[in-house]
């Protein structure tokens, strides 16, 4: 893309969707993803668009309240940041997109643009299913990603989130994709976690960084979070030295992940005492949500070891461990991306699975286009049925002298009848109007004929709304005000 798409000159008017000749309904706008991952940006660069769960909603209403953007989401993990939207305007979007990008992150256009993937229409609806799917994951078929692609819907699909019809479609479905790869294929069968990752690359260096074995090292792991309890899961299954030593600034969530784990020893420990148990570690273990680095070289400096080396080994975005801290004397430290030679040997014996997962995918994709097209077709397929109900109703009135002698029973039986035969007939050109067409031009053609056919008459433009973004606005500024 020419990066001088993303300048705005000026204010821009809401964008209008376009309709559809026929039936006059506004039209459901593309599907965008607008993001950076491991595969295209270091963690230094990811770090800065890092956003805590926590804020996803009001960041994404944000994004919501720009003029092109009708539907937006955002999903942001250790390995990835993005934006999710859905546009009738997509160089308008863009620009609102990248505008929102700039601000979050602090880098000028030249620095940030080269980091980031845009995708639209197939390819982001791939995209996100790739993503819930584990396909596109450092460690391919691992299961936290499903359980964020999960918690990206409950937020989008709240009475305040920012989905809108689309969206809130296309995350079902990615929901719904990412149980069945994991299902139906070998995609997740000895797939490893970021986290066991991380304590592997531990196993595999310790003897070259600090001259010692595995099993002799004294283990802090600094957080008592979800990658925490993941860590202390492959932690346990290995020779590694007991107790473990966690440090976390309540003692809630470590009393918590203490009871998951009745037969690992552990020790507790509150942040004020975080250096104490630096400086008896060989190797420390940092996943805290800190937006700020925990250890630095200036830090490591002010607590020496006296010659003891130490390994730090970092899961978090953005950093705990700062990228200077390896300059301290004795010290080796690791972050996320150096977890890749742990993660390479493991995925190519999945390779098989995750073709097997790309045919899902594929027919997954057909659907959701199919929907998405479908949707055009609404207001007919509503007007039809309208249409068959009213014949009945009529010809059962007709028919009154010689019903009105049936039983209760047998008048139930006469609408159940009717009813059916009303369905197996409009059964055929109601799925006629759903299957998915490759040119839009067959799908208007197919709407115009069904209305002559069954002589519908004028199809309400109004019977199907892709997006309530300015109810939701109207409530949102009406709840501001109360």
Known sequence: M?????????????????R??????????TVHVVGLSH???DVSVREKLAIPEAEWKAQAARLNAMPSIEEAGIL????????????HDTEQANSEVMNFLKDKSGLAQDELHPNLFFHDGTEAIDHVLRVSSGLDSLVVGEGQILSQVKNCAAHGG?????????????????VSTGKRVRSETGISKGAVSISSAAAQLAEMKVKEDLGMDFKDARIAIIGAGEMTRLLVTHLASTNAKQPLHI??????????????????DMSLHTLDEMWDQIGDADIVFTSTFSQDPLVSKATLEQHPRNGKKLMLVDISVPVNVDYDAKEAEGVVAYHVDDLKQVIDANKEKRMAAVKEAEVLIEGEIR???????????????KMLREKGETIRQKELAQAEKVLGGLSQKERDTVERVTKGIIAKLL?????????PEEEMQRVEYKLETMQKMFQLGQIDPHAVVFSDKKKKNKKKKANQAA
């Open 2 to 18: 020419d990066s001088g798409m993303f300048t705005l000159p000026g204010p821009h008017a809401t964008v209008e969707a376009p």
């Open 20 to 29: 559809c000749p026929v039936t006059g309904i506004a039209l459901p706008g």
């Open 39 to 41: 595969h295209t940006a």
């Open 76 to 87: 942001s993990t250790c390995n990835r940041f993005e934006v999710y939207y859905v546009s």
């Open 158 to 174: 709240d009475e305040d989130g920012s989905f809108g019809k689309v969206l809130g479609k296309l995350f079902n479905v990615a």
């Open 247 to 264: 440090v976390n600034r309540g003692r809630e969530r470590m009393e918590r992940l203490s009871e998951m784990f009745p037969n690992v």
């Open 367 to 381: 659907d959701f286009e199919g929907w998405k097209q479908s949707l055009r077709c609404i207001p007919a397929i």
């Open 427 to 435: 059964h055929g050109p109601m799925s006629h109007l759903r299957d």
